[in-house]
T-cell receptor, first 109, second 111 residues
């Protein structure tokens, strides 16, 4: 069965510190993985997708098939990065998007 | 600009009432989803639909049903609302295996 695990409920860092939000998955084959973000009082939105290999707002995520991980990283956190972050993948049929429980990132000055 | 619109931002209903949550998307997406979002539990998939009149159960379908009579509209129905269905409900749509676009959410309180 497909599953997404985000082991940390809350991650608190200081401004300028590196950030790593962890995501592990269970999937048979090649998964399509995403990171979504929800800022306060805003709707959930896509941050980045692994297939695009892009960097958005300084965030990157690398798919590690050996460790079945897709951790989200940023070298220098900013206060505006404070939000709820969700890791997600599509099911095998490509018809349902499955989310982890989310990690709240809190960046303080 | 993709738009996913949920009919209500806030809703208060009584225990036992039949509740309808409506969601409309304007981008001709095949897939539509209903999730509930609870602190510490993340987004849990209730139902999803990959075509008109097609629906599949997600992880927590008990107490819910859905209807998709037209491609752009996906309704979530609480047959007999209970207090444990108090939650934030999120609707989303996506083209096949691509980015999902979310509505603003409906905060439902069942009293």
């Amino acid at each position: 069965a497909q599953r997404v695990t985000q082991p940390e409920k809350l991650l608190s860092v200081f401004k300028g510190a590196p950030v790593e939000l962890k995501c592990n998955y269970s999937y048979s084959g090649s998964p399509e993985l995403f990171w979504y973000v929800q800022y306060s009082r805003q709707r959930l939105q896509l941050l980045l997708r692994h297939i695009s290999r892009e960097s958005i707002k300084g965030f990157t995520a690398d798919l590690n098939k050996g460790e079945t991980s897709f951790h989200l990283k940023k070298p220098f956190a900013q206060e505006e990065d404070s939000a709820m972050y969700y890791c997600a993948l599509f099911n095998q049929a490509g018809t349902a998007l499955i989310f982890g429980k989310g990690t709240t990132l809190s960046v303080s000055s | 600009d993709v738009k996913v619109t949920q009919s209500s931002r806030y809703l208060v209903k009584r225990t036992g009432e039949k509740v309808f949550l409506e969601c409309v998307q304007d981008m001709d997406h095949e897939n539509m989803f209903w999730y509930r979002q609870d602190p510490g539990l993340g987004l849990r998939l209730i139902y999803f639909s990959y075509d008109v009149k097609m629906k599949e159960k997600g992880d927590i379908p008990e107490g819910y049903s859905v209807s998709r009579e037209k491609k752009e509209r996906f309704s979530l129905i609480l047959e007999s609302a209970s207090t444990n269905q108090t939650s934030m409900y999120l609707c989303a749509s996506s083209p096949d295996r691509w980015e999902a676009f979310f509505g603003q959410g409906t905060r439902l309180t069942v009293v």
